[in-house]
T-cell receptor, first 114, second 114 residues
């Protein structure tokens, strides 16, 4: 079965640079979520989109922005990168019309800021 | 969302049943209990969810107490591949916007011992 695809899988950037992470949800899934997991920490919710509209927002820095496109893929844009942004970034997708809103996670993008 | 409490770590012998407890004494009537797990640095994986009845699927069983203040995830025949961090999450269902994110606590680190 098709899964959530994230690209790139690994990314190395320097401080103050920008990064763009991409997420391709499971076909027919209309909701996308972004989570950040720092070293030794638990995943923390950043932001979500339903039908291309922002549906919820967590502790996402103002330096980050995201959007969901017409084909339902999503991009997380990160500017003025800081060392503390080094983390695993997970994207998850779900089907809004399902009964349980189960979220299916991608393999993550490991961002390293040097 | 209701707060959950889980033991930080547990061991289980390979082939035995792993029983992971979760307390959620402040759970509301419209909140479901979800279980996810995260195998080292992989994306979290949905396991099972329930409201008040016991549930079983191909991965696990979920036992929810009658007062719904606690639950137990049961992996019937644990294998080495079940070594992971297991998260018990409580969240409402059926609300389209603003309540779909997963709030991960510290979870239980389950180690399956050969």
């Amino acid at each position: 079965a098709a899964g959530v695809i994230q690209s790139p899988r690994h990314l190395i950037k320097e401080k103050r640079e920008t990064a763009t992470l991409k997420c391709y949800p499971i076909p027919r899934h209309d909701t996308v979520y972004w989570y950040q997991q720092g070293p030794g920490q638990d995943p923390q919710f950043l932001i979500s989109f339903y039908e291309k509209m922002q549906s919820d927002k967590g502790s996402i820095p103002d330096r980050f922005s995201a959007q969901q496109f017409s084909d339902y893929h999503s991009e997380l844009n990160m500017s003025s990168l800081e060392l503390g942004d080094s983390a695993l970034y997970f994207c998850a997708s779900s089907l809004g019309t399902s009964d349980s809103y189960e979220q299916y996670f991608g393999p993550g993008t490991r961002l390293t800021v040097t | 969302d209701a707060k959950t409490t889980q033991p930080p770590s547990m061991d289980c012998a390979e082939g035995r049943a792993a029983n992971l407890p979760c307390n959620h004494s402040t759970i509301s009537g419209n909140e479901y209990v979800y279980w996810y797990r995260q195998i080292h640095s992989q994306g979290p994986q949905y396991i099972i969810h329930g409201l008040k009845n016991n549930e079983t699927n191909e991965m696990a069983s979920l036992i929810i107490t009658e007062d719904r203040k606690s639950s137990t995830l049961i992996l019937p025949h644990a294998t080495l591949r079940d070594t992971a961090v297991y998260y018990c999450i409580v969240r409402p269902l059926g609300i389209r916007f603003g309540n779909e994110k997963l709030t991960f606590g510290t979870g239980t680190r389950l180690t399956i011992i050969p």
